[in-house]
């Protein structure tokens, strides 16, 4: 009965690899994001999506591409890997993307570049 | 742009009241929020302020005041499990994603 999951939860590859992130919520939610949170513990959106339309991306760069099936998954492939790629990414959800709706996020992927 | 400014670290003793103060920089100011992170977990909300004043859910409360840019967390009957990272957060300009402070440790001893 987990409200957001996301898989792996470990990922550790070599610099210069493709991977995929998956995040799934089960709690009808519109919309869904992926945050980056790097060492230091500062979380930082990276997407922001609604009705699997893609409402913002902060800056980040184009080896990221999220994918929205449904508006139930919110998946992230990362293109090229790089060393300062390496965080923890997190997935959440929330009702819509007013200042009110609470944020419930996954458990995180902890990726780790070599 | 938008800026959130909070203690670095906080310690108390089990038992103990302790607050954690967030300011903010924002254009356009939709509510502050506030979410609780445990050393490897995931961030969960914890409250949501839209107007000024206290909002309280348990051992846990939280204060805003706009003209101030200021809000706070108090946390009372300190617990060893409340031991965990606080992060203050806004909603960003266009509405759209949450801007979060750098985080607030939060050290309970016995």
């Not at chain 1, 709690?27 to 060492?39: I, R």
Request: net charge negative.
């Amino acid at each position: 009965d987990t409200a957001v999951s996301q898989t792996p939860k470990y990922l550790v590859t070599q610099m210069g690899n493709d991977k995929s992130i998956k995040c799934e919520q089960n709690l009808g939610h519109d919309t869904m994001y992926w945050y980056k949170q790097d060492s230091k513990k500062f979380l930082k959106i990276m997407f922001s999506y609604n009705n699997k339309e893609l409402i913002i991306n902060e800056t980040v760069p184009n080896r990221f591409s999220p994918k929205s099936p449904d508006k139930a998954h919110l998946n992230l492939h990362i293109n090229s890997l790089e060393l300062g790629d390496s965080a923890v990414y997190f997935c959440a959800s929330s009702q819509d993307h007013r200042a009110n709706q609470p944020q419930h996020f996954g458990d995180g992927t902890r990726l780790s570049i070599l | 742009g938008q800026s959130l400014e909070q203690p670095s670290e906080v310690t108390a003793v089990e038992g103990a009241i302790v607050q954690i103060n967030c300011t903010y920089q924002t254009s356009g100011f939709y509510g502050l929020s506030w979410y609780q992170q445990h050393d490897g977990g995931a961030p969960t909300f914890l409250s949501y302020n839209g107007l000024d004043g206290l909002e309280e859910t348990g051992r846990f409360s939280s204060f805003l005041s706009r003209s101030d840019s200021y809000g706070y967390l108090l946390l009372q009957e300190l617990q060893m499990k409340d031991s965990a990272s606080y992060f203050c957060a806004v909603i960003n300009q266009a509405g759209t994603a949450l801007i979060f402070g750098k985080g607030t440790t939060l050290s309970v001893s016995s």
